[in-house]
């Protein structure tokens, strides 16, 4: 089987992350998931963005976690990414950045709250933050790390699609989405939504959140069976 759709996309993304102002250095990965052919693709392990090309991109198993198609080890963040594309099965790519704005929310220990209709275009509620790993945990780093956000969606009562990213603690964000472009814009809604609540917050340290009705009218309008923002050819 060829993989040169699923690489070439997952390519794309990985470098518009960059582009998007989210990532720099090698701090960030995207992947993209084929379900029906049990891969997904991801970023190599430590390579440079400005070397990277389509065909580098890693296809590793979904079931053994193993590479099933490439020349080169894949992101050391692989097994948080199939954990989330294991548990969540609408999910279809995961974008993982430490973007300034909402690192500096996870590292605050913060779940960012839904304070207007940006972020309830994007987030249905806030985002969450995940717990913190224990001593046996880190022992298996990034697998625990997928665990634990899937954990988090499991005990809140939270849909992935409604709320597509988190905060884990003392680290960064994760988002993800349908597809690996889906996923991406995502990643900089959030982003964006991150840094707007922080600057609220400098402003009004005690902001209120968005109502309830003002967030359900927004996420709807743009989500699920009553959505009727954008053409209707576009399918938003
Ligand atoms: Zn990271």
New binding site residues.
Partial sequence: MSFARLREEVYRVNMEIVEAGLVVLT???ASGLDRAAGVLAIKPSGVAYDKLRARDIVIVSLATGTVSDGELSPSS?TPTHAEIYRAFGGVGGIV???STYATSWAQSGREIPCLGTTHADHFYGPVPCARRLSDEELRFYERETGRVIVETFRSLGLDPLDVPGIL?PH??PFAWGPSAAGALANAIALEQIAKMAALTYAINPEPEAIPRNLLDKHFKRKHGAGAYYGQPAAGH
């Fill in positions: 701090w960030g990965n963040d993982h950045t430490h884990l680290h960064g």
